[in-house]
């Protein structure tokens, strides 16, 4: 098989990350993260449950994790019940600052950047004496951004989308 093409790429970066932007993003963290605590690494647990004090994204998806894992009827790890009961108590409220919809979009953009650039190669960003393309070039085109956005985006990606 040829390697894809810009447009080849773009219009599967629209058709998996960007065209079906749900809106409930709490509800389709479903696509992004285990269902349960079952079939979650703990060490990728434990960054969610760190970075839920600060992160809208990630405290929702903690909720749903706990949530369905108590509906499955799995028991809890230690930290999950912690957080749980921490909640219950008042004493973990969801974080109340920064845009819920622009942090599901740019984890968004993370994956499909990080998506290009394991599944076709394509470098993350580009320097600034190229003009080969990059996953950011693909991302922006496909939703209708900047490149200086979606390579902030990237920039500012932590460290559940730096390399192993």
Known sequence: MNDPTFEEM??????LYID????????????????????????????????SEDSK??????????QQTLRSGECLPQALADWVAAVLAGDRPRPTKGAQATA???????????????EFGLAPTRNATSDADCGCDVVAEAAGARYKTVEAVWSGRGEFFRPS
């Open 20 to 51: 079906d932007d749900p809106t409930s993003p709490a509800e389709s963290l479903k696509d992004f993260y285990p269902s349960t605590v079952g079939e979650l690494r703990a060490n990728l647990l434990a960054g969610l449950i760190e970075r």
């Open 104 to 118: 599901y979009r740019d984890f968004r953009w993370r994956l499909a950047i990080r998506h290009l650039q394991n």
């Open 10 to 15: 773009v219009e599967l970066v629209r058709e």
């Open 57 to 66: 994204l990630e405290w929702d998806a903690v909720a749903l994790i706990a």
